[in-house]
């Protein structure tokens, strides 16, 4: 019967442990919660995504990586495939999703049973080697009561890792996508700029022959070599700018070495002949936003650590400690041994620390991530109407200096040119023709770059991704190489 006894004491510890919550698959599967953001990232920008664990994951990506940018003229969706298989800062978000798993993966496993195990009495002579031996195991009964609410707290921690990882990633395709759009639109300014160059060069050295017959005065001459030393000293600035433009995007794209050697389009592509109205702009963010979800999840969060909080108020540390001492006696010449079962309870006595201060801090924190989670609500509403409004009204300005502004340039050059031709209109009116006209493609060229930087923000206002965040026209919409075998 003692043994029994004895039995049941040391194994009440262990059923403890026994009964804990399964450990979910979710956490303990190869790179956990990938999938999750990968299906996500693919739903808002139609991309592949791709996270490399090993060293022949790494060469694969590379080889993918080289096969499209080396030597390659790129668009803008291949920017931002590259950017999203090859940017190791978003490699790094992929891995914290994997840490978010492993702790809630630690929640979901019972605290080690501590057994301690001493012999008393050590070399008594009348006893042999020792008088007595006790054992002890000790376990956290808190930790078995708690473990469902902290695996559910775990759990939603998880998941708003893998919320930020896809935000991450959207915030990345976004940068990569408008990089590439500042990339093409400089280098298409230094382009008008050369046509500029050229005919300001023309004009220079005819402002020079002609004082050298006395047919020009000297502040002629002076006013049109100015302005060549101007525009000269504008080409070499648009051409660093280009220059920084680029490197920007092959940072973002992650590139280094020989994959360096490629190009981006001369021009950005021609304007699209219309762009229509985006219904239900505001609900369709409400519903897609991932910012806004992680918000959302910190409040899940806060709502599970005050159920934590509370369960754990007055009792902040359960132990209980089970085992036997084994004494042995001589009794009548013999030597016994008596087993007593041992059982003891510890926890701490709430005598100062009641526990209102932290269900105090737990109703705070709670209150707080609602208001965050109100005026994210609030800010991502603005942000989409406000990023409606700026991407039609960048089509019609864009659309203005392309129809309008552009052609009217084009027809005082040729009137110009007709009047020259016919000994009416001089040499210096007609550059300054030629000039305006290229002023006037210069200004159209960066209207369509606002056009489409107004393109990628209308996206990321939507999914996520752009700088608030922490359909027609204008979705899915391909960036194409306007012309030119690029730079």
Known sequence: ?????????????LLLGACATAVPSAFTEPKAGFAAVSNQTSTAIGKRTAFAETQAENEALREQVHAMVHRKTISA????????????????????VGLSAADAWQQATPQNPIVSIGILGIGAPELGAYRAIEGLIRANILDATTRKQRLVLADVNFRA????????????????????????SAFETVSYLNRAKATSDAGSELASRLGETGALNKAGQAREQAFNAELA?????????????????????????TEVDYFVPDALPALPRSVGRITNI?????????????AKLGLEAQAAAFGLTDQT?????????????AEREIEDGDTKTETSPQIELEFAIPIYDTGKARMRKAELAYLQAANVLAEKAVNVRSEARG???????????????????????????????????????????????TRGKLSASLEAANAKREFYQAQADLTAAIYGGGAGSGGAGGEGATLAAGGGAGH
């Open 161 to 184: 890792a893998q919320l930020e990882a896809v935000k991450e990633t959207l915030s990345l395709a976004t940068q990569t996508r408008k990089a590439w759009v500042d990339a093409v």
């Open 282 to 294: 505001e609900a369709r963010a409400l519903n897609n936003r991932v910012d806004l979800r992680v």
């Open 77 to 96: 969706d291949t920017a931002v495939q590259v950017a999203l298989l090859n940017n190791k800062g978003l490699q790094a978000s992929y891995a914290n």
């Open 233 to 257: 000293g504008q080409l070499a600035q648009a051409r660093l700018s280009a220059t920084r433009a680029k490197e920007n995007l092959t940072r973002l794209m992650g590139l280094w070495g």
């Open 313 to 325: 108020r007055i009792v902040s540390d359960l132990e209980m400690v089970a085992g036997f001492e």
């Open 1 to 13: 019967m003692r043994l029994s006894k004895l039995t049941l004491t040391l194994g009440f510890p």
């Open 387 to 433: 990023a409606e409004v700026s991407y039609h009204a960048a089509y019609k300005i864009a659309r203005h200096y392309r129809d309008v502004l552009v052609p009217l340039r084009q027809t005082v050059e040729e009137e110009g040119l007709l009047s020259y031709n016919g000994m009416i209109t001089s040499t210096f009116e007609l550059l300054a023709d």
